[in-house]
T-cell receptor, first 109, second 116 residues
């Protein structure tokens, strides 16, 4: 059974700081997803990756398959980045994703 | 021009009632999902449909019945509501690439159900 752990659970930062959120999982996966849930409740898919690194604007996601670990980085953080960030893993032969419990990020001006 | 729209956004009802949440997507996706997010914000899959065919039915009580009249719609009907059904229910859709855990999801805004 795959366990998905995120750290830290809560994170506060000053505007402009570099942010790292970590996600570890216990079994081999086909893909890892990073999602963002805004304070208003809406959920947005940020990245889906199975190897290496992806970048979109100030967001960077990396994955290390051997170490079963992924990180989400935010450069030059801004108060609008305040949200819950959720990682989820996918495995072969099922469309079911296993979700982490989320990391609540607050960025203060 | 909302991509995945759910209605209603809020639903407050008494225990024992029957209620429905509707979901529609205009993205041309062929797969739709229902997720439940509990009070601790933990997301869990309930159902998924690909081309109107049930793909995932995740240990959900029989009181929950999804219905997919076509690829663009997936409705959730809940009978005999219980206190524990209080949660936020998210509809999502994707373009099917297979049962491979790699389908990118587009979520609706969520429907907050409160059972009194």
């Amino acid at each position: 059974k795959n366990e998905v752990e995120q750290s830290p659970q809560n994170l506060t930062a000053q505007e402009g700081e570099f942010i790292t959120i970590n996600c570890s999982y216990s079994v081999g996966i086909s893909a890892l997803h990073w999602l963002q849930q805004h304070p208003g409740g809406g959920i947005v898919s940020l990245f889906m990756l199975s190897s290496g690194k992806k970048k979109h604007g100030r967001l960077i996601a990396t994955i290390n398959i051997q170490e079963k670990h992924s990180s989400l980085h935010i450069t030059a953080s801004h108060p609008r980045d305040s949200a819950v960030y959720i990682c989820a893993t996918g495995t072969y032969n099922t469309d079911k994703l296993i979700f982490g419990t989320g990391t609540r990020l607050q960025v203060f001006p | 021009d909302t991509a995945v729209s759910q209605t209603p956004k809020y639903l407050v009802t008494q225990m024992g009632n029957d209620k429905s949440i509707k979901c529609e997507q205009n993205l041309g996706h062929d797969t739709m999902y229902w997720y439940k997010q509990d009070s601790k914000k933990f997301l869990k899959i309930m159902f998924s449909y690909n081309n109107k065919e049930l793909i995932i039915n995740e240990t959900v009580p029989n009181r929950f019945s999804p219905k997919s009249p076509d690829k663009a719609h997936l409705n959730l009907h809940i009978n005999s509501l219980e206190l524990g059904d209080s949660a936020v229910y998210f509809c999502a859709s994707s373009l099917w690439t297979g049962s491979n855990g790699a389908n990118v999801l587009t979520f609706g805004a969520g429907s907050r159900l409160t059972v009194l």
